[in-house]
Structure formats: C-alpha cells, structure tokens
C-alpha cells in the first residue's frame, strides 16, 4: 500500500486537502483558547489533588469538538513535562 498522495485518486486528494485545511484553520483559531483551558486545568491540580486527573479527563470529554479538546490535551501535557 503506497501513502504517497500522488497515487490517489483527485476525489480523494482533494478530500483529504480539505481535511488538513479544516484542521489547521481549527488550529489557528483556537490554539490560544487551548492554552488557556490548559493553563485554567493546570491550575486546579492543586486543589482537587489526587481526583485532578480524573476531573481533567471529564473536563476534555466535554469539549467539543473532539479535535479542540486533543489541542488542549496536547498543551496540558506540554505543561506539565515543562513543570518536572
């Protein structure tokens, strides 16, 4: 099986353009409401201690859509390595 775009059909090509177009403007729209969610989440640990990741995990199954809440998921992560 070839990944190599070339070797698709336009129809699929196309599709596939318009996907990654639709996902980097979600992206460029919304990735300083990410960090700002993430930054909010973070800053909860402290006080829901030993339940914050189960209340983080409720807070991104929340989001909507699925994509937004990977984008803040991405940060959260990237928050918390930076703060070992």
């Known amino acids: 099986m070839s990944f190599n775009l070339a070797n698709r ?3 699929e090509r196309a ?5 990654k177009s639709r996902l980097f403007d979600l992206w460029q729209n919304n990735l300083g409401k990410a960090k700002g969610d993430a930054g909010r989440l973070v800053g909860e640990k402290s006080k829901r201690k030993g339940k914050w990741a189960e209340w983080v995990r409720s807070e991104l199954d929340g989001m909507s ?3 937004y809440a990977n984008m803040v998921r991405s940060e959260i992560n990237r928050l918390m390595a930076a703060a070992k």
């Open 65 to 67: 859509p699925p994509e």
């Open 9 to 11: 059909p336009v129809a």
């Open 15 to 19: 599709a596939l353009e318009d996907e």
